[in-house]
């Protein structure tokens, strides 16, 4: 019912930065909330920052000040995330929630965070 397309991630340096972006098509007006979440090797899903379809954001004590949730339009949000350590390194995943169709997420994209 919703498709979402990632994009960005990749190999970073320590202290450095990455842009994650994710789009949503289908039936967006059923959108409730956007935001990414993330999963490392042997630990569960993590939610990384959120944000409702009123502009309300949410984040992880363990991003806080680092990363930034936003919103060009009503289906395509960004994580830019700053001052990266690589506890962040993980899948990341796009994930969008409906109240009637339940919770779409993306293929996930990699984010590797080098000492």
């Known amino acids: 019912q919703v498709q979402l397309v990632e994009s960005g991630g990749g190999l970073v340096q320590a202290g450095g930065s990455l842009r994650l972006s994710c789009t949503a098509s289908?039936?967006?007006?059923?959108?409730?909330?956007m935001g990414w979440y993330r999963q490392a090797p042997g630990k569960q899903r993590e939610l990384v920052a959120s944000?409702?379809?009123?502009?309300?954001t949410n984040y992880a004590d363990s991003v806080k000040g680092r990363f930034t949730l936003s919103r060009n339009n009503k289906n395509t949000v960004f994580l830019q995330m700053n001052s990266l350590k690589p506890e962040d390194t993980a899948v990341y995943y796009c994930?969008?929630?409906?109240?009637?169709?339940?919770?779409?997420w993306g293929q996930g994209t990699q984010v590797t965070v080098s000492s």
């Open positions: 944000i409702t379809s009123g502009g309300s």
């Open positions: 994930n969008a929630a409906t109240i009637r169709w339940g919770d779409s």
């Open positions: 289908g039936i967006i007006f059923a959108i409730n909330a």
